[in-house]
């Protein structure tokens, strides 16, 4: 309620308690109990006469009124609950004087138990069925057009829509299935205050909410403030009653009944399901479970269908700026280049015209503003776009002179090129004169009513119709994304070509930041690719151990392929890469043999063949050749007559080989790396005796080496050598500048049984530890961020106390020379390298 003397506006709506209603709807009752369900301390006014009650309900032992099985059946939901989780559902839970659905949920530290009457139901068979219909559609507008008339068929309501919210929060019915008579709601739009903030939140809570008479009596709670001073939340509460606010509205409207199934979509509400039935009707248990499995599934779909058209979009936007990009590697003078290729920018994203100043000239394609109206749009970018991609749908808004062109130019995308010159390319669209039908006046949205003192919901939904002047279609996120592209890409090329110009200081800072630019690329694809390998589910049978053990060979292959490619120019031979993903295998009785010339790959095709041949390896060794004494491992590779390079892996003596009976991510990765990634060929045979791998390699990706030799190496039995045993009463220091890292190495040395080990992230921090601390063994990450631990390592050989450097860098040029025989490990920390080397160094 307003409080006295508070004006009333549509701010009381976005502050109605909507989630303590302290009410619920006619068609069930609930119990409230403490949170192991044993005793009830609050319930609905109609409890008793649903389900049979006598006596006191509050303060009673819930088995006491239900009885002993349906309460241990309820306590057993209960356990697997989690407070804010989703109901657990039980179905024709038995009672004294019936059966009855049963939706079970944790809020806080108690217990809500909502009854509805059974009633006869396969969810399940439902749901498949609806998803079952939308699975194999490819279009956005299909798939909401299908869905409606699905949910329509299949629930039996009088009108089902899907209303899809606007940027500023209005929502439009983009779609709809209704009985023949009534009248059509389709592309009407109904203001954002007809959903306040506090609903929106709770559809994000809680998926699906019915009503099952809009006229229907509210049953309170008892009490309705506990003994704290406290009413119930229901949030998740299938039953909660609705604030009367939104029944009249509904009313209005002529609605007796409404479902709503939320639309979620990367974590947002994207819109909504709502159903409306123009008699009570009252949706059962089984259907509403049916109906929410499918909102779920239907916003999965939705949001796939919608990256799939933004990478398309992508895909074809990068397509057109390569044409340019290659144009721009042998073309001198950048300006020039753009002013003569500008029409080809229109390729990128729908746009009526492309402006571009630069260097003080301004240059046109189609339609755009007027040379006159430049100096007003550069003086509005020097106070919005602060050097970002920046847009607006309604220029005028922001330059009333836009309001003189904007039979040109009504929107406008700008594209900064420089920080300093304030050069621009502009994207324009025409102004889209639309005429919107509005559910009513949505500047008149509510009034003051017989609802006390509260607002009420407008009485009128015909339709109001809205003209709107001085806008353009507005910019899709896609469009910024693209944007955004264009701006690194010739931002990059002007830096390039302000190289040939510049003096030296100037080349010198521009390559920096090149350089940064590159860096900044290069590990958003690392942290890109990682992302997709740890996304990657386990798999029926896998357990969470070999999950991680098989991520982390993942990641420490690609480690290895990236530190290559740095310290190799940008490649690394494939024999060295052979080495490092065999080596951990010559140590049993197997034999391996490498075959082949001095091939050089590129760095793209060394980090592709680098997770490639991992997968063989690992597999090798767990099911195939070099999981028995006995068993050999051949690989081979030439160089075709057209310089492509053909590999050869071919295993034997292993056990009987049969064919994956599931297709998962390492043999995905294996069968698919290779075309994907490098356009090459690979095929994988699960021969009886071993298996068999072929790829071919294109000869964009691959060289001779003029400084190799032919490698031809078999090694076997004699190649083994002792495994590292730690002493678990080992002492160690580990200076580390990364907690996270830090704790990633305790836990190995732990694995060990190795527990006293102490951290310090500073070389002072380790040299004052070492006042109190002596370790048999350290371990220096050389750098530390504002430093290194060379000073550390200068105080361990003092104490003659053995230590190993650690580095991620490609190169070792921070070691002094003096330390030239510690031994180095690699970063991220591989925990057999890591005993390893800690074994042989105690040994030494």
Known sequence: MVKPGEPIDLTNCDREPIHIPGNIQSHGCLLACDARAGMVLRHSANAPDLLGLHGEVNGQPLEALIGYEATHTLRNAVAALRDGSRPALLSALKLANGAYDVAIHLNKATVIIEFEPATDGQPLQLARTLIGRITDIADVDQLLRQSARLIRGMLGYDRVMIYAFEQDGAGKVVTEAKRGDLESFLGQYFPASDIPQQARALYLQNTIRIIGDASGTRIPLVPEIDVSGEALDMSLAHLRSVSPIHCEYLRNMGVAASMSISI????????????????????????????????????????????KQKLDTANRARSSLDRFLRMASHHADMGELLRDHLSHFTSLMACDGIGLWMNGTWTSFGSAPPATAVPAILRLMGSVAAGQVWATHAMAQRLPEAETFRAQAAGLLAVPLTQLHRDYLFFFRKEFEQTLNWGGDPNKSYESGPLGERLTPRKSFAIWKETVQLQAQPWTEADRE??????????????????????????????????????????????????????????????????????????????????????????????????????????????????????????????????????????????????????????????????????????????????????????????????????????????????????????????????????????????????????????????????????????????????????????????????????????????????TSIEVAAELTRREIPFMFATGYGNLSPIPSGFADVPVVRKPYERDALVHTMSTLLKS
């Open 482 to 787: 693209i944007a955004e592209v264009t701006r690194a890409a010739l931002v990059e090329i002007g830096l390039r070509h302000s190289e040939l110009m510049a003096e030296e200081r100037s080349r010198a800072d521009v390559r920096q930041r090149m350089l940064n630019e590159e860096l900044n690329h290069r590990v958003k694809n690392i942290l890109a690719l990682i992302k997709s390998l740890v996304s990657q589910p386990v798999g029926d049978g896998r357990s969470l151990t070999e999950y991680v053990t098989s991520l982390k060979g993942r990641i420490q292959a690609l480690s290895f392929a990236h530190d290559q490619v740095v310290r190799g120019d940008g490649g690394g031979m494939l024999s060295d890469l052979l080495d490092a993903e065999l080596s951990p295998y010559r140590n049993t009785a197997n034999v391996i043999r490498l075959s082949g010339p001095p091939v050089l790959l590129n760095s793209r095709a060394f980090s592709v063949m680098a997770l490639v041949l991992h997968e063989l390896s690992t597999n090798a060794a767990k099911y195939g050749a070099l999981s028995r004494p006995g068993g050999a491992l051949s690989v081979s590779w030439r160089l075709t007559q057209g310089g492509d390079c053909e590999i050869a892996w071919r295993e034997s003596g292993g056990p009987a080989v049969l064919p994956p009976t599931r297709n998962g991510f390492g043999s995905a990765l294996i069968d698919r790396s290779v075309p994907y990634d490098l356009d090459g060929r690979s095929a994988v045979t699960y021969a009886p005796g071993g298996v068999e791998a072929d790829f071919v390699l294109p000869a964009k990706h691959v060289s001779l080496s003029e400084q190799g030799e032919d490698r031809s190496i078999a090694a076997g039995p004699e190649a083994t050598t002792a495994g590292a045993n730690l002493d678990p009463e080992l002492r160690v220091l580990l200076v580390e500048d990364q907690m996270l890292i830090a704790m990633d190495v305790e836990g190995m040395l732990s694995d060990h049984g190795i527990q006293k080990v102490l951290t310090a992230a500073s070389a002072d921090e380790a040299l004052a530890k070492l006042a109190s601390f002596k370790p048999d063994v350290a371990i220096l990450d050389v750098n530390l961020g504002t430093g």
């Open 264 to 307: 979620i979509v990367d974590g947002k509400l994207w819109g909504l399901i709502a159903c409306h039935h123009y008699q009570p009707r009252i949706l059962p248990m089984a259907q509403r479970v049916a109906a929410e499995m499918f909102g779920e599934f239907f916003s999965l779909h939705l949001h796939a269908l919608k990256q």
